[in-house]
């Protein structure tokens, strides 16, 4: 199913500048949220201007492909790489873009995914993701069949 994304409009835009954090920090750019929060009435004409072009074109601007990478401690702060966790830090106009891009393309593919896709889905989690597992294990076993599991360990990742 091919994805189409019409044009964003100041609804869409005035949504993600609601949703954007204000002390979410600035990404290689070093613009903060709270700015572009502050100065929304005033950027959204240009920055509309700037998205639309950028879905007409199929293009996304260079700069919002890079960020800045924090080193965050896993736990207890340590001594080794190995204990810290990298956090990409994007920048905000990317943020604000990709929010309003999410709206739209969710929409889209929400109705097409498989009932058992529980990851990156609203209302969806690992614990709903748990319950249908153990219900679908329990209506096996019930009809006494085999059921095998495979389980992973990701604490680290």
Not at 78 to 107: C, H, Q, W
Not at 133 to 138: F, T
Request: glycine share 4%; with cysteine.
């Amino acid at each position: 199913m091919p994805i189409s994304v019409r044009q964003i409009d100041e609804s869409d835009f005035r949504l993600a500048i609601r949703r954007l954090k204000p002390r979410s920090g600035g990404g290689p750019d070093r613009i903060p949220a709270f700015l572009v929060k502050d100065c929304a009435p005033a950027l959204r004409s240009p920055l509309l201007f700037i998205f639309n072009l950028s879905l007409r074109q199929a293009k996304y601007p260079e700069q919002w492909k890079l960020s800045r990478v924090t080193p965050v401690p896993k736990g207890e702060p340590g001594k080794y790489v190995s204990a810290f966790r990298p956090i990409a830090v994007l920048s905000v106009l990317a943020k604000i873009f990709e929010t309003m891009l999410d709206f739209r393309i969710r929409n889209q593919v929400d109705n097409i995914l498989h009932e058992s896709q529980h990851g990156f889905r609203k209302n969806r989690s690992t614990t709903s993701n748990l319950i249908a597992h153990v219900d679908y294990v329990c209506a096996e076993m019930d009809s006494r069949k085999q059921v095998d599991a495979a389980y992973f360990d990701f604490r680290k990742a």
